[in-house]
């Protein structure tokens, strides 16, 4: 929750792009006491190309009202990383429960071991865009 925090008090507005169906992700978040940090939520029964089809990624960022490009997506599995890059966010794949010998799709994304690395690298980006 400190990562949601951090993103939340940058005033960026975020939403859950999730495989799921909307009445788990909604309960699971709720269960999380994170449900409140999330302007929306784009589920898995409701997008009519699942991951790794860039559409679920394409409805969030339409959701949040930003153009893809604009968008941070934080992924932990192999179709939602690939739907995030060809959406055009800029996306960072956190594995967790990946077998540690099979290979990442090299599809130009970046990496961090947990969200809330993520969310620091993604504060050096923004810095860095701020300065040039």
Do not use: W
């Not at 898995?44 to 190309?49: A, K, N, Y």
């Not at 599995?77 to 010998?101: K, N, V, W, Y």
């Amino acid at each position: 929750t400190e990562a949601l925090s951090r993103l939340a008090e940058h005033g960026l507005p975020m939403a859950v792009v999730t495989a799921s169906s909307r009445a788990h992700a909604e309960h699971n978040l709720a269960s999380a006491g994170i449900l409140h940090h999330f302007k929306g939520i784009v589920p898995g029964d409701e997008v009519t190309q699942r991951k790794p089809h860039p559409e679920p990624y394409l409805k969030g960022a339409a959701l949040l009202g930003f153009a893809p490009e604009d968008c941070a997506a934080f992924e932990d599995s192999d179709p939602g990383i690939t739907a995030a890059m060809a959406a055009g966010c800029l996306a960072t794949q956190i594995p967790d429960i990946r077998p540690p010998a099979q290979p990442f799709p090299q599809l130009g994304q970046r990496f961090a071991e947990t969200l809330f690395e993520a969310v620091k690298n993604l504060d050096v980006l923004r810095a860095e865009r701020s300065r040039a």
